[in-house]
């Protein structure tokens, strides 16, 4: 019998039993040693690296202040501030470039919202599967991304409407109550009034959001629902146990920022040195051109260069993000598959062969029960 991971660590040490749904703590504690059997035993850099692609067209990665970092510290003769200052010029003499520019940014943006729904089904998928399947998963749940996409693809159209609505309907009301001054009650209580309701309208769709990548999604890949269906059986759930799905939102939110932190600290250095050598080389090159007598002037050779040398670093630093977060990543989806599996027995059946363990002090009544039963002391 293989020995348990962590036999000296009492909270760790649960028995095997399947009455009970599990508490958010137990669920995240099944996730946790979950993702270090898919991560670490055994070590695989294609799963890895496989993983960190999906993660990555997640959305994947961890804000550093090293993006603080810009390619305008090389020398001032480059010319990249006189680039933007030309780009502007031009955007502003021609507006169907702003025209075309945000159409482009809304294409980028809408493309960006599906990559996310189909790959949510894609994470899923590998953790069930313990390997990612990418043509197949993507075949199979084809229908399913696309009914998350559009559902997301509404709410998020939905929020962002809502939200200029409301600043376009209460600027009158602000620009008024500016006209008596700033020191103006009526000014402050409804600039205050407006940044509450942006903040709680910002926190309750970043709560729908979230409960639907880790609850409802593992419930529409293992009963085929749209999300409207699956959100309803998730309702239901909710309304019998408002307790641990309340409990659950806290411990999942704290995962976050605790491995958010984490990553933070390990990125930090590592996006320091690239930016650093980035840095470094692009001034060896302009250095280099200087002692031969040459000087760096923007033409088509030189901005193909200057595009494949920043093009380079872009793909260094979404590589790192990718591979340093995804472990944050897996854990956080298979702690939500396993909180919601142990109260939605088609998600469980699709769980890896082990099952889900359970609090020592259920085991151990369920043991007593067992005992008596068979005849031993009452």
């Known amino acids: 019998m293989k020995p348990h991971p962590f036999p000296r660590i009492p909270f760790l040490r649960f028995e095997r039993s399947q009455r009970q749904p599990l508490t958010p703590s137990h669920a995240l504690t099944a996730a946790f040693h979950d993702t270090v059997d898919l991560l670490a035993r055994p070590l695989d850099a294609t799963l890895w690296l496989k993983l960190s692609l999906v993660c990555l067209l997640l959305g994947g990665g961890t804000p550093s202040a090293a993006f603080n970092w810009s390619l305008g510290s090389l020398p001032g003769d480059i010319g990249f501030r006189e680039i933007m200052a030309r780009l502007r010029e031009t955007l502003a003499a021609h507006p169907w470039l702003i025209v075309i520019a945000s159409v482009l940014a809304v294409g980028l943006i809408v493309g960006l919202l599906y990559l996310r729904s189909v790959f949510r089904f894609v994470l899923v998928d590998a953790i069930l599967h313990r390997d990612v399947r990418l043509r197949a998963s993507l075949r199979d749940t084809r229908r399913l991304g696309r009914s998350y996409f559009r559902w997301l693809l509404v709410a998020v159209m939905g929020i962002s409407l809502a939200l ?103 990125l930090f250095p590592l996006l320091v040195g690239l930016f650093s050598g980035a840095i470094i080389t692009g001034t060896l090159v302009v250095l280099t051109l200087h002692l031969m007598g040459l000087a760096w002037i923007w033409n088509p050779v030189t901005i193909a260069v200057g595009a494949s040398g920043l093009a380079v670093v872009i793909g260094l630093v979404l590589a790192v993000l990718s591979v340093v977060g995804m472990p944050a990543q897996v854990l956080i989806q298979d702690f939500g598959i396993c909180f919601i599996a142990s109260r939605f027995p088609s998600v469980k059946a699709l769980l890896p062969s082990s099952p889900l363990p359970e609090p020592a002090g259920d085991a151990g009544l369920a043991g007593g029960a067992e005992a008596v039963s068979a005849g031993g002391p009452s």
């Open 164 to 266: 200029i609505a409301g600043g376009a309907a209460a600027f009158p009301y602000l620009r008024a109550a500016s006209a008596a001054g700033l020191r103006s009650v009526a000014f402050w209580v409804i600039l205050v009034a407006i940044l509450l309701a942006d903040v709680a309208v910002g926190l309750a769709a970043g709560l729908v959001i979230v409960l639907t990548d880790d609850l409802v999604v593992p419930i529409m890949y293992a009963e085929g629902l749209p999300v409207f269906a699956a959100w309803r059986r998730l309702t239901s759930k909710f309304k019998a146990e408002p307790g641990p799905f309340t409990v659950y939102v806290f411990i999942r939110f704290g995962v976050a920022v605790i491995t958010s932190v984490a990553i933070l600290f390990l």
